[in-house]
């Protein structure tokens, strides 16, 4: 659950799962930097692992207790850095979970809006500090361009950006002269 921040998630109920409609699964989180409670959605192999974790439970606890307490764990630093250790990841820090997640998200297509909301951020500006790209996603990125420029050529779908005016305008009515190249 990298969308959450991590005092987040060990505060995080089984009861906060909301009922599944056709659109979305849901967890509701109650404790959040701002104070005010969010609604979080999840993809559907979390949903029924938190699911079977409620139902194997019998009783209403947190997703991450502590097993001699019952009340949340404090800290999950010996359990994090001993699964990094297993996987053989070194340096890696808790947080830059929440950093992977924005960045695979972009990457896979999503758009920042609504990255930014999942990451339960106010600003935009936030979250591009979240943001991190590569080489092979800026080679990517130029690439696209080169994808077939001919067909769209031909189909009028290329458009230029008017830096003076702010306006995106289509290529052939700039080269028919229908617009004003002042």
Request: charged share 45%; aromatic share 8%; hydrophobic share 35%.
């Given at each position: 659950m990298p969308l959450l921040d991590f005092d987040e998630i060990i505060e995080l109920h089984l009861t906060a799962l909301v009922k599944p409609s056709a659109l979305?699964?849901?967890i509701k989180v109650e404790k959040t930097k701002s104070g005010k409670p969010r609604f979080i959605n999840i993809n559907s192999p979390?949903?029924?692992t938190l699911l079977n974790l409620k139902r194997g439970t019998g009783k209403i606890s947190f997703v991450f207790p502590n097993d001699k307490t019952g009340m949340p764990l404090t800290t999950v630093r010996r359990a994090f850095v001993a699964a990094c250790k297993k996987a053989e990841i070194i340096g890696l820090r808790?947080?830059?979970?929440?950093?992977t997640f924005a960045t695979r998200l972009i990457a896979k297509g999503v758009d920042i809006e609504t990255v930014k909301s999942l990451l339960g951020h106010f600003s935009v500006v936030v979250t591009q500090r979240y943001i991190h790209s590569n080489d092979e996603a800026k080679k990517?990125?130029?690439?696209?361009?080169a994808e077939k420029p001919e067909e769209e050529i031909q189909k009028g779908e290329i458009l230029l950006h008017?830096?003076?005016?702010?306006k995106i305008v289509n290529l052939a009515d700039f080269k028919a002269g229908a617009v004003n190249p002042s």
């Open positions: 979305r699964q849901r979390l949903f029924e808790f947080h830059d979970l929440r950093h990517k990125a130029v690439e696209i361009l008017r830096r003076d005016t702010g």
